[in-house]
Each structure stands twice: as structure tokens, then as C-alpha cells.
């Protein structure tokens, strides 16, 4: 794998107003609720404040009076209980602010978690209608990351991020108030503090935030290398490759420590700063309180001078959780606009329009459409020009005209590419590797689209088939099988989710499964787990086969199908395959020549062209590259 020179460090935002509107916009179905949350943090914001600025009462009409010997009442109390009266009054406020300040928080997190269950299905809808290409150019560990680590930063923007930024600039507005009906001497001080800080906060905020982001990219990038890595540590044991991919990983870890070493660097130093600077705002606004005090310049009193330095004291907390918080905003949309641009990728494009249906005749012989399976199929073209339907009976002709493919522009895989397959023909594509053998069946289900020439399917040119019909009609057995986690009967109705179970028991019967499956702990009822780490590759070879049979599908596409199976097995399997082949057309992809001996047309491909064509005899006879291949995979045996 190429080492990634790391330069995301210095990679900024894009567009951070657009994507925090885009953000506000998965809460515009939860207006009723915000608004409720608001009022509680505006109300809690109040108590809070509205208790520290009743300190100054009690000292000033309350304990002050009674130090001096003087009567203090409060409704029917007097003396002390007067005192406590005012207190618990107090206390009363604080603990309403507290019931209020867990009122919004559980508000807060209902729609948080109600939003990213939102945003992951939308996600994965997204990613479900992506093409082929697209998982091409992106590692499967950074496609993880967007479900994992990118919505957890932006889960931590919605519940915790933005609801603090809300409370503290309400804080910081009441404070200011408060502290500017106490003093406005004193406050004009704060103030001149306050823009020596915001100037410092800017200065770190700005330097943090661009590696912040680059962090959030680093992170995708080493979940990419230990996805693969995971995927291919048997690889990497046989051949002991163990310390090249220990250093290949060290350049990863390494991009990433460097960008969170920088980006928490300024990060961790902007607390003590603010906290320094508000300790030295502390100490000048108790010295000049205190000789306002002392002078009643002002109407300044002890009990205003302690309410104002507690807001002293904590007017700089709500500035410097901002800037804290500042770093995990831009890390949030860092992350958010990872997610938004896998949903806004273009999906599949799908302009077809004719599809496939069940079908019967009626009594004149006219295909009619049905709900129930007849094993006829009917393609339903619906003409736009007059409005009318009509109904081609399925045949499973593939013919391929001309057809030239590159899966990218610089490069050709396919160059004129003619072949016909007539129905109920079996087909086998040789050749050796990257001759084009697979490109073939991947532009058959269009997971590729052509740039030159014409695939049409019974007369139909492809790309007039509605894409979901078309690989309905198409089941595939690949090299590289996959289970999923779920029962044996599970992974085999994968091919048709509502196959009975008679229909499953079918299906592995004609694939020769049937007699593993009931071997197994608990038959057709054990799970599979891990990909199928549990079974043999031959078992999950066998279970992709009777996957294929189930589907009971016009067209078969068989990839190195039984590549992983003994030869023992193979022949087994095949007496069952030729049922399952019995009047559909076969696309066969085979290195073992034996294994398509019997095929109506063997096609050899190398270099993206067909060089030879005909059955297994003909190309015997002409004692060409087929000849060469087939001799050679005899000698190997």
C-alpha cells in the first residue's frame, strides 16, 4: 500500500456556515421540543444568576443589620428566621435552575439520538444506491469511520456542543447585566479583560481548529489500514510480513499523533491561559471594589462588591468552555461534511424502464401479467409515445455488439468485444488473469456502464432495463463468497427472502450442501458468524450455490464458482448444477478447463478481445491458445 504523505493537517472547513445549516436542518421536525429546551435554559441561565446576585441582599439587608445589633423581617419572620427564610428562597432558585438545567438536558438528548438515527439511515440508504465505482475508490475502513467516528463528533455537537454554546453566551449576556446593575465601573474592567481574552482565544482557537480537522481525516485513514489489515492477516502471517506492515502502520500512527499533538497542544493551553487571566481580573476588580467600598463610591456596598467578584470569578468560565468547545464544533463539522458528501454522492443512475414480470398465456396465446411464479417471465416495456404496454416474452439471448470498456479513461480492459449468447446456452469466458473475464459479467448486471457499443438482453438494450429488474434476473456465484451473520437457512433465503423453508432444503439439495447442513450442531438452524469462520470455504462455496439456486433466476452467472471445492465435490456439485442450468443461459468463469468442457460456446479472451470462440472440441482441433490452456492445466494435474 503507498504511504499517505500527510498534509490534512493544514486542511480547514469548507464551507462551515453551510454545513452547520444543513445540520440545523435535521432539527426543523423537533421545533416544539427546542423551544421548550430553550425556555428551560433561559430560565435555568436566570436562576443561576439570579441566585449569586441575591448574595448582595442577604449580606446588605440581611447579615450586615443583624452584625450591627439592627431588626430584619422577612413576611411574619424576624431576626435569624429571617435570615434562613432568604437563604432557603435561595436555595429554592438554585434548585429550580437544576431541575431545569436536567429538564433541557433530557429534551437535548432525545432529539440528538432521534437526528443521528436519522442521519445513519439516511447514510446507509445513500450508500445502498451508490455504484460499484464508488467502493472502488474509497477503503471500507474510512466508510466506517463516517457511521462511527464522524457521527460520534457530531452527536457530541448536538447533545453537548451547541446546548453548552447556548447556555454560556446566555450566561455571559446575565452576567453582564447583573454585574452592570452592581457596578459599572467594575464592569467596564471585566470588559477590557473580556477583549484581551476573546483576542487570545481567537489567536489559539484559530491554530487548533485546522488540525482538528486534519485529525478527524487521520483517523479515517488508519481505521482504512486496520480494516485492511484485519482482512488480510493470514496474508500477512504466510509470508511474515509482520514488521513491513508494523512500519507501514507507524507512518499512519504517526500522521495521526502529529495532528493531535498539535491540534491538543493549543488546545490544552487555552484553559490555563484564561484561567490565569481570570484570576488577574479577579485580583483588579478586588482591589477596586474594595476602595469603592471603603469610599461608598457609587453606592457600592460589601454585599455588591462579594456578588460581583463570584461573577468576576466566573465570567471568564462560560468564554473559555466556548473556546474549548470551539475545537469540537469545527471537529463536528469536519465530520459532518465527511458524512454529507457520502450523501450527496450521485447514486446509481437508473433510466430503465422496462421490467421484469411474472407471466402466463391466456387462451389466444397473449402473455398476460401474473402475481404468482409460473417459471415464464415477461419483459413489461411500457411505450411512452402512445401510452400503450407491451409484453416480450423472456428468452435469456445476451448479445454484446461492439462493446468497449475501461474502468478508467486512460486505460481499455475491453476493446470490441462481440459475442452472442442464445438462450438456454451455457457460456464459458477464459483466459488468464485480467484478460477481462470478470468485466464481462460485471457490465452483463450493469454494475459498470460501457463507453462504446450495445449489451442488449432479449433484443432490449440494457440500459432501457430498470437496473433492480435486471439483476433480478441474474444470479451470481461469486470467487470470493460472503455469509452473513444469521442462520445457514438465513444466508440461503439471501437469494430470496421469502423462500419457504421446503424451497431453502431444495435449494441446498441441488447445490449437494444438504448433507453438511444436517450435520452441522443445529442443521439448517446454526448460525454463521464471522463470514462464515465457522465453515470451510468449500461449505461457504456450497452455500453460495444453493443462495444462486433458490433465487431460481432465468439468467446464472457462475465466477469461479467452484474454485474452492475439491475435485470430488466439483462433480457432485455439477450433476446438480445441470438441473439448476436446465433452460436458462449460463455465464461460466472458470481456470479449471474441466469444469466447462460440456459448454455450448467457450469464449478466450486475452488482453480484453476474444482471440478464440466455439465448443470444446473445435477449439481442441484447432490446437490454438485454448489448446495450449487446456493441455497445460492437464499437465499441473
Known amino acids: ?15 462551515p456556515m453551510k ?18 429546551a430553550l425556555i428551560c435554559m433561559f430560565a435555568n441561565v436566570v436562576c443561576n444568576v439570579g441566585g449569586t446576585f441575591m448574595m448582595s441582599i442577604i449580606l446588605d439587608s440581611f447579615i450586615m443589620p443583624l452584625a450591627e445589633g439592627k431588626t430584619v423581617t422577612l413576611g411574619v419572620l424576624s431576626g435569624v428566621g429571617a435570615l434562613g427564610g432568604i437563604v432557603a428562597i435561595m436555595a429554592s432558585i438554585y434548585l429550580l435552575g437544576a431541575s431545569l438545567h436536567y429538564v433541557y438536558n433530557y429534551i437535548i438528548v432525545r432529539i440528538t439520538t432521534r437526528v443521528l438515527q436519522n442521519v445513519r439511515n439516511e447514510m446507509f440508504e445513500k450508500m445502498e444506491k451508490l455504484p460499484i465505482r464508488y467502493f472502488d475508490t474509497h477503503t471500507h475502513g474510512d466508510i466506517m469511520s463516517l457511521y462511527t467516528n464522524d457521527t460520534d463528533t457530531l452527536r457530541e455537537l448536538l447533545s453537548n456542543g451547541l446546548p453548552n454554546m447556548i447556555t454560556n453566551v446566555l450566561t455571559i449576556i446575565g452576567m453582564f447585566i447583573a454585574m452592570l446593575v452592581l457596578s459599572p465601573l467594575l464592569t467596564l474592567i471585566s470588559v477590557v479583560m473580556l477583549v484581551i481574552m476573546l483576542f487570545i482565544v481567537k489567536f489559539i482557537a484559530g491554530r487548533s481548529g485546522k488540525h482538528f480537522v486534519g485529525q478527524q ?13 484485519l482482512d488480510g492477516l493470514k496474508v500477512v502471517k504466510v509470508f511474515c510480513h509482520e514488521d513491513a506492515e508494523k512500519k507501514e502502520f507507524d507512518v499512519f500512527n504517526g500522521d495521526l499523533k502529529e495532528a493531535s499533538r498539535q491540534a491538543h497542544t493549543y488546545a490544552n493551553v487555552l484553559m490555563p491561559i484564561m484561567g490565569n487571566l481570570s484570576y488577574v481580573t479577579y485580583a483588579i476588580t478586588a482591589i477596586v471594589g474594595t476602595v469603592l467600598s471603603l ?16 461573577f468576576s470569578r466566573q465570567f471568564s468560565n462560560p468564554l473559555a468552555q466556548m473556546a474549548q468547545q470551539l475545537n469540537g464544533v469545527l471537529m463536528a463539522l469536519a465530520g459532518a461534511e465527511r458524512i454529507f458528501e457520502l450523501i450527496d454522492q450521485q447514486p446509481e443512475e437508473d433510466e430503465g424502464y422496462v421490467t421484469l414480470v411474472n407471466a402466463t398465456e391466456d387462451e389466444d396465446g397473449n402473455l398476460v401479467e401474473t402475481n404468482e411464479y409460473t417459471g415464464m417471465w415477461a419483459w413489461k416495456h411500457f411505450h411512452k409515445a402512445d ?11 445476451v448479445e454484446f455488439e461492439n462493446v468497449t470498456f475501461g474502468y478508467v479513461p486512460e486505460k481499455t480492459v475491453l476493446k470490441n468485444i462481440s459475442l452472442v449468447a442464445k438462450p438456454g446456452q451455457k457460456i464459458a469466458l477464459v483466459g488468464s488473469t485480467g484478460a477481462g473475464k470478470t468485466t464481462i459479467i460485471n457490465l452483463v448486471n450493469r454494475f459498470y456502464d460501457i463507453n462504446d457499443g450495445k449489451i442488449r438482453y432479449d433484443n432490449i438494450n440494457i440500459t432501457k432495463i430498470n437496473k433492480a429488474d435486471l439483476r433480478k434476473s441474474m444470479a451470481m456465484v461469486l470467487q470470493d463468497t460472503h455469509m452473513f451473520t444469521g442462520t445457514v437457512s438465513d444466508n440461503i433465503r439471501f437469494g430470496k427472502l421469502d423462500a419457504t423453508d421446503e424451497e431453502v432444503v431444495n435449494a441446498a439439495k441441488l447445490a449437494n450442501a444438504d448433507y453438511f447442513i444436517r450435520h452441522l450442531p443445529n442443521g439448517y438452524d446454526t448460525m454463521i458468524t464471522g463470514d462464515g469462520e465457522n465453515l470451510s470455504q468449500g461449505q461457504r462455496q456450497l452455500l453460495a450455490i444453493a443462495r444462486a439456486a433458490v433465487a431460481n433466476p432465468p439468467v446464472l452467472i457462475l465466477d469461479e464458482a467452484t474454485s474452492s471445492i ?41 488482453h480484453g478481445e476474444i482471440i478464440e470462440r466455439g465448443n470444446h472440441d473445435e477449439l481442441i482441433a484447432k490446437r490454438g491458445k485454448y489448446y495450449q490452456l487446456y493441455t497445460g492445466a492437464f499437465e499441473l494435474e
Not at 1 to 14: E, F
Open 1 to 15: 500500500m503507498p504511504k499517505q504523505n500527510n498534509k490534512m493537517s493544514g486542511i480547514k472547513v469548507k464551507s
Open 19 to 36: 454545513t452547520f445549516k444543513r445540520i440545523l436542518g435535521y432539527l426543523k421536525d423537533y421545533k416544539g421540543l427546542l423551544v421548550i
Open 217 to 229: 481525516r487521520q483517523i479515517g485513514a488508519i481505521n482504512g489500514y486496520i480494516e485492511e489489515h
Open 295 to 310: 469610599n461608598s463610591f457609587g453606592g457600592m456596598s460589601w454585599g455588591k462588591l462579594v456578588s460581583f467578584m463570584t
Open 387 to 397: 401510452g400503450t404496454t407491451t409484453y416480450v416474452k423472456w428468452t435469456g439471448e
Open 566 to 606: 475439491d475435485t470430488r465435490t466439483e462433480r457432485l456439485i455439477e450433476q446438480g448444477m445441470d438441473s439448476l442450468m436446465q433452460g436458462r443461459t449460463v455465464f461460466v468463469i472458470a481456470h479449471r478447463l474441466s469444469t466447462v468442457r460440456n459448454a455450448d460456446l467457450i469464449c478466450v479472451l486475452e
